[in-house]
Each structure stands twice: as C-alpha cells, then as structure tokens.
C-alpha cells in the first residue's frame, strides 16, 4: 500500500529564515502530489500541485515544491516565512486520475516574530 | 470563491448513538470524498463518492458508516452507531470532473463519549 512521510513533525523557525519540509512517498508509479496548509481553526487548503511537466512547481504565497522521481520526494519549500505562515502543512499524493488522497502525517510549522 | 461548506462544526454525542455529518460540495463538482483525522493523527480516507454510489472505500468504512446525497446539494455521512475511537475531525472534500485537486471543507468536530 502507498504511504507518504513527512521528515518532521514540528518545525519553528524565526521570521525570515527559509523553510524546506521533507516528504517521500512510496508508491513506483506515476502519481500526482499536493501539498496543502491548515490554519489553526480552519480547512484544508491547497498550496501548490505537481501532475507532470516542469519538476519545480510554484504555488501560493511564495511556496514552491521539487518534484525528484528517483527520490521519490516533493519537499516544499518557501525562501523567507512569515508569521502567518504559521500553519500546519500536508503533504498529499494520488496514484490514478480521481483516486483518493493518501496524506503524510503532516509537519507543524511555527513561526516566531 | 465557491467553497465546501459542512454542517455541524462541531458535535459531542453519546457512545451507541447516530450521527449524520452534512457537507454540501461545490456545485459543479461530482466526485465528493469523506476524510477523517484522529486528533494527533493524518488525515485518512474513508470513502470516495460519483453518480450516486461509493467509488472506492478504506478499511475503515464498515457497515456502521453510510453516505448518501438524498438532494442535489447535500452529501452525508452517517455512522450508524458511534464508538469513541469515532471522535476525529471529519473532512468531505468535492472535485470537478476534469480536475485532479480535491476541495476541502471546514470540518466536522466529532466528539463521542
């Protein structure tokens, strides 16, 4: 069965610093790969997609993602984080059009001011 | 922006007892979903929903859980007589055919004791 990890369960950072949050997957072969963002008290959001084409994929807010095959990673990545970017932050994957959602166990980023 | 929205944001009830969670997709989407996340847990699937019958369901979906869309609007998920492993944040999420991104909503606060 597929899994997906994330490298840490909770990361703090001060204002500024850059950010990179790991996430592997086990899954062969083709897959699609989310990464979304909960804000304390509120829903799931999508942050940035990866489907096909240009590995480095940019989303919202001034996140983007690396999709490595041979890795079989999609770490997200933000080159200054703010406070608000305080949040808890899920990496998702799918194998086939419409499948289900298999989540890692999420990373808590806390950002200091 | 349209966005998932579900009903109760929060319930308590008694172990034994039903509970029907409502979530009303986006309204051009077709394909709906039920998540769960344990408190401390990843959010896991549960069941995936299109043209009026279950897709693909977990483990986790056994015979004390059911979902409906009794309207064009609503889709439910009843869990038939709760446990108290069945308190968990409980996430429908809807997509559009053509697209892979699944659209989450607020969630639904399930506290069984």
């Known amino acids: 069965a597929q899994s997906v990890s994330q490298h840490n369960h909770h990361v703090i950072l001060s204002e500024a610093a850059s950010l990179e949050l790991g996430c592997n997957y086990s899954y062969g072969g083709t897959v699609n790969l989310f990464w979304y963002v909960q804000y304390p008290g509120q829903h799931l959001q999508l942050l940035l997609k990866y489907f096909s084409g240009d590995p480095l994929v940019k989303g919202i807010k001034g996140f983007e993602a690396e999709f490595i095959k041979s890795k079989f990673s999609f770490n997200l990545r933000k080159p200054s984080v703010q406070w608000s970017d305080t949040a808890e932050y899920f990496c998702a994957v799918n194998e086939d059009y419409g499948q289900n959602f298999v989540f890692g166990p999420g990373t808590r980023l806390s950002v200091l001011p | 922006e349209p966005e998932v929205t579900q009903t109760p944001s929060h319930q308590v009830t008694q172990m034994g007892q039903e509970v029907i969670l409502r979530c009303v997709p986006i309204?051009?989407?077709?394909?709906f979903y039920w998540y769960r996340q344990i408190l401390g847990q990843k959010v896991e699937f549960l069941v995936s929903f299109y043209n009026n019958e279950i897709s693909e369901k977990s483990e986790i979906f056994d015979d004390q859980f059911s979902v409906e869309r009794p309207d064009g609007s609503n889709f439910t998920l009843k869990i038939r007589s709760t446990k108290l492993e069945d308190s968990a944040m409980y996430f429908c999420?809807?997509?559009?055919?053509?697209?892979?991104?699944?659209?989450f909503g607020p969630g639904t606060r399930l506290l069984v004791l």
């Open positions: 309204s051009n989407h077709l394909y």
């Open positions: 999420a809807s997509r559009d055919t053509n697209q892979e991104t699944q659209y």
